[in-house]
């Protein structure tokens, strides 16, 4: 079945209305779970389903070839207090399509299953082709991508749609989020104390302040590391025994997490605790006929600094879609009608390169 372009990316829009109107929190995706799979059944897909994960095969699936996977969520974030409009309510304004998730990441997945219907019933094409509309992302849980993965076919390589302005990025930051903890000597305030954990803490903050790693990545840069949150004490007159602190480390690829942990745990001047090690960084090779083909059709590639369900991968893979990432958990959230047809334009060309 030939599918018209153009009448799949009016339907793609209206599908995409039709899930900013469904409350999809992380972990409470169920109901556009259901919408998902209905749209694709309407254009024959047979579609599976674990947990609120939908996922299908191209039709002419070939066990004895390579596999891309197509894979974006379809859950959001809890929309900011900043917000004038209504997030569940979808419209269009002056070309703006308006409505929590719609840039993050509804636009690159609508983009993505219209894509894969194009390309379902097509044979002789060098890869299969797996669509995977996800759950989870936005709060890393088991039951993502990262649980979905166990019972798919070995995947090859995968295009992760979040939006990228249409540019590759050929390479993501990985994240460890470290909970560091000064320690001092607890006493009541009026006594001397030269042991205080909070004054303890300015020589550590200025430790993380001036902390470098020597490894630097041609495409994301350097390892960042930043500290997000402090705490300390319950009363005025006591000193605590010690401060509380939040690390967030972006991880180039020149490292694994595992190794920044260590070297951290060592150096450090305080006890620091991974919250967990398996956000490692991503990458693809730059020569991979997949970024070629996106070269071939003037696109530019870049290095990420923000996080996505790339990292549950093990395979090469790139992250590019339709809408611009500053716009991702914003108020009033959008994406211009135009990116989702250029998203699915480009997809689709893309994927004609890269599948003869």
Request: some cysteine; proline content about 4%.
């Amino acid at each position: 079945m030939k599918v018209d372009q153009e009448k799949i990316t009016q339907s793609a829009i209206e599908l995409l209305q039709q899930l900013i109107a469904i409350p999809s929190f992380s972990s409470e995706e169920d109901k556009t779970a259901d919408a998902i799979a209905e749209w694709l059944h309407t254009y024959g897909v047979k579609t599976k389903r674990q947990f609120n994960n939908i996922y299908a095969f191209n039709q002419h699936f070939d066990e004895r070839k390579p596999t891309l996977l197509l894979n974006s969520h379809h859950d959001t974030v809890k929309p900011n207090a900043a917000y004038t409009k209504d997030p569940f309510h979808p419209h269009i304004e002056n070309g703006k399509l308006f409505g929590l998730g719609s840039n993050d990441a509804g636009g690159c997945l609508v983009s993505l299953l219209a894509t894969f219907v194009h390309f379902y019933t097509l044979e002789n094409l060098s890869h299969n082709i797996i669509i995977a509309a996800t759950a989870e992302e936005e709060s890393a849980g088991d039951k993502s991508l990262r649980g979905l993965l166990p019972i798919l076919p070995n995947i090859d390589v995968a295009i992760v749609g979040e939006p990228t302005l249409l540019d590759l990025a050929i390479a993501e930051k990985g994240l460890i989020v470290f909970d560091a903890v000064v320690s001092g000597t607890p006493s009541h305030a009026a006594h001397p104390n030269k042991d205080n954990s909070i004054y303890n803490t300015i020589e550590v903050l200025n430790w993380f302040k001036d902390c470098s790693f020597d490894m630097v990545s041609e495409v994301l840069g350097e390892v960042k590391l930043t500290v997000t949150q402090i705490n300390a004490g319950k009363q005025h007159n006591v000193v605590p025994a010690q401060v509380e602190m939040v690390v967030d480390v972006r991880v180039n690829d020149c490292y694994t997490n595992q190794e920044i942990a260590t070297l951290l745990e060592q150096q450090a001047p305080c006890k620091m605790t991974p919250r967990s090690l398996r956000l490692n960084s991503s990458a693809i090779d730059a020569n991979h006929k997949l970024v070629q083909s996106g070269l071939a059709l003037g696109r530019s590639t870049y290095g990420s600094p923000t996080l996505s369900d790339q990292a549950a991968l093990t395979c090469q893979s790139v992250k590019l879609g339709p809408g611009d990432s500053t716009r991702s958990h914003s108020a009033d959230e959008f994406i211009y009608v135009h990116e989702i047809k250029d998203g699915i334009d480009l997809y689709i060309k893309l994927l004609t390169g890269f599948l003869q």
